[in-house]
């Protein structure tokens, strides 16, 4: 049987990310609600158990708690942070809150050898990242201290014998230098586990499921050309084929000519059922005089299911029934629209999760929606898509709606379109397109004082977001070359007619999203 590790989600921003370093490791990973009972656990078949951190303090009256039962199992435990302070108060620990928050880098000293620090320099601290409010006072009786931290004397602890391990710190994160190996000890030297999962397990699961689900019933494919939704595409395709209708749409926000290349790039190299519908008008008329972007991308969402459900009404009358809709939906959107999986935090909705009406006439397929854009990368590269696909930028599904900041209209859209072309013509011409994991521009709703020809301007800003991440839920701006960054600046003022300034972002994520709205 393939190894199986469960994730009891706390409702960390991060928890994610841990499913991504255990499926790195070559280890299926799933991630679970934590109100998920010992028994539904047990019926899992877990080869081990992660706790997630989470934005609560654990001696809340509604703080989430942890079935006991699950440490009844046999399974190997590990806690991080919330699931660290969870294990202590479960088992009979004593806890006290800090009165300010821990939230940072920190130096661990590892106390005691265990098999969790298995093939680490113990000598000399290791740079860890905490999150946290409440601490361990006391370890649960048959706990061990093994590490510490120059403000907290229990930063880890384990029972041996049971094989229950918990850090204060998140291994899961990059800035964590050990975390990696620290998660793998967990895996494979004290759970024993085998590295048996892939992209090509994954792939043979998502046609296996896909075929089961849909039986002799047909689909649409919300198909926008970016490499998640034609990695949907093509992996539905090899499961269904013809029952398959992708369906792309020209909502009005998209990039300048990129309706019509992505369409007759994917009719081109791809079988396809593609319908193109233009669909400019209608979205715009709806988007007039709105500022808020929540409701932009609420308004984007709803309209794109009116459209695929007309779409199925005419494909059902001529084919026979659509029930199904897919998505191109991964982690990133979900985890920062809703809180379906703990609860965590909602940051922003998007398009396809928070956007869309709670009503709808179709079901969801959305086989990506528990990746990371990197691992569909991974999947893309399985099922042989081109480079041109796999490493598009990402690009969000409400289009420049949500990078014209405040009001969308006609005029702003085209000084944006512009701007934006320039950056990906420089970008890519500059070969620092392959280098970075998006980059774009952004109008600002503001204008500024200028000089051109000696003559006074007031005119508008563009901002310049480009950076750094390798799975979008933490990102940094990437340093580009002040000489193509200059080059930027200077064609946007010089060829697009209304913009006397361009600004460069250098805001992190966190706090900053990768997007302005």
């Not at 998140?170 to 000890?185: A, K, Y």
């Amino acid at each position: 049987m393939p190894s199986k590790v469960v994730i009891i989600d706390y409702g960390s921003q991060v928890t994610q990310l841990i499913a991504r370093r255990v499926r790195e490791a070559g280890v299926y990973s799933e991630i679970h609600p934590c109100v998920i009972t010992a028994e539904q656990v047990r019926a899992l078949e877990p080869s081990a158990i992660i706790l997630s951190g989470g934005p609560a303090s654990v001696g809340e009256p509604d703080a989430p708690a942890l079935d006991k039962g699950l440490l009844d199992l046999g399974t190997p435990v590990l806690g991080i942070c919330y699931g660290m302070q969870a294990l202590a108060l479960t088992l009979g620990g004593t806890l006290e809150q800090s009165r300010t928050r821990e939230y940072g880098p920190a130096d661990f000293t590892f106390t005691a050898a265990s098999p969790l620090w298995d093939g680490l320099d113990r000598s000399r601290p290791s740079r860890v990242w905490m999150s946290h409010g409440d601490t361990v006072k006391t370890p649960p009786p048959g706990f061990s201290v093994i590490g510490s931290t120059a403000t907290l004397d229990v930063a880890a602890m384990a029972d041996e014998n049971r094989r229950i391990y918990a850090v204060q710190f998140h291994p899961e994160v990059h800035h964590s230098e050990d975390g990696d190996r620290i998660l793998r000890n967990f895996l494979f030297r004290i759970a024993g586990l085998t590295p048996d999962w892939t992209m090509s397990s994954f792939v043979e699961r998502v046609l296996r499921e896909t075929r089961e689900k849909v039986g002799d019933g047909h689909v649409i494919c919300a198909l926008s050309g970016g490499v998640d939704s034609t990695v949907v595409a093509v992996l539905l395709h090899k499961a269904i084929g013809k029952r398959l209708h992708c369906v792309f749409v020209d909502n009005g926000v998209l990039r300048a000519g990129e309706g019509e290349e992505v369409v007759n790039y994917l009719r081109e190299y791809f079988d396809l059922n593609l319908t193109f519908v233009r669909a400019q008008d209608r979205f715009l008329k709806l988007l007039e005089g709105v500022e808020d972007p929540e409701r932009k991308r609420k308004i984007i969402g709803h309209t794109f299911i009116e459209v695929f459900d007309e779409e199925a009404r005419n494909i059902s009358a001529e084919c026979g029934k659509v029930e199904w809709l897919a998505q191109g939906t991964l982690y990133p959107d979900v985890i920062e629209s809703v809180s379906h999986k703990g609860p965590s935090a909602v940051i922003k909705s998007h398009h396809n999760v928070g956007g869309l009406p709670e009503k709808m006439n179709m079901k969801l397929i959305e086989p990506l929606r528990e990746l990371f854009k990197d691992e569909v990368r991974k999947v893309a590269t399985e099922i042989g898509l081109p480079d041109s696909i796999t490493w598009r930028h990402p690009f969000p599904g409400p289009g420049l709606a949500i990078r014209v900041v405040g009001e969308v209209t006609a005029a702003r859209l085209d000084i944006l379109r512009q701007a934006d072309s320039i950056v990906q013509e420089e970008l890519r011409e500059s070969g620092w397109y392959r280098k970075i994991w998006q980059g774009f521009a952004v109008l600002l709703p503001l204008k500024t004082v200028g000089v051109m020809g000696d003559g006074r301007t007031y005119e508008h800003v563009i901002a310049l977001r480009c950076v750094d991440s390798v799975d979008a839920m933490t990102a940094d701006w990437a340093r580009l070359p002040a000489e193509l960054l200059e080059r930027m600046s200077r064609r946007i003022i010089n060829e697009v007619k209304g913009v006397n300034r361009v600004v460069y972002d250098i805001s992190s994520k966190p706090p900053s999203t990768i997007e302005w709205e």
